[in-house]
């Protein structure tokens, strides 16, 4: 059964975990741009993405809006249960479902998907309890390692790299 919905975490999966205040109070965050292009071409290929974090950020739904993500929840403390609602909203179960956290609080989400993943630096707990260990950290790429790892199992790779391809 193919992947329709991504479940991501942000801080330590998206980000690299670091949270950074301005004198003013303004919270700071980086994303890669890499894990940003994958992501839209994820949506463009037909896929559903759900950003599903436990802090609240005017900064990530920011990002969330730029790059087209439909499902955004924050403040979570129960991450399967706002899940569930999401996969009632598509019509489609937990095997149609890839994850990716870091640290205890994502656990929930991860042992429910049929794929989960951590980045490189993620809890070492966590580590053990995932399908996938990536490569990459947390804010650099980790999220585009995954989305790869998942096109390349359902050979739809070369869909992903044409989207790109001027004609």
Known sequence: ????????????????????YSNS?????????????????WIKLGG?????TGRES??????????????LYQGVKDKRSVVESILE???????????I???L???SMLLKANISYVPKNANEYVKQKVDRILKT??????????????LETEDKIDDFRKIWEVK
């Open 58 to 71: 005017k900064i990530v739904e920011k990002r969330a809006k730029e790059l087209g993500i439909k499902y």
């Open 1 to 20: 059964m193919s992947i329709k919905l991504l479940l991501l975490d942000v801080d330590g999966t998206m980000t690299n975990g670091k949270i950074t």
């Open 89 to 99: 909203e598509l019509s489609i179960g937990w095997e149609s479902v890839a994850a």
């Open 137 to 150: 950290s947390g804010g650099e790429g980790a999220v585009r390692e995954m989305i790869e790892d998942i």
């Open 25 to 41: 109070g303004d919270e700071l965050k980086s994303f890669c741009v890499k894990d940003g292009l994958a992501i839209v071409s």
């Open 101 to 103: 956290g870091d640290d």
């Open 105 to 107: 609080n994502d656990l």
């Open 48 to 52: 559903a993405v759900a950003i599903v």
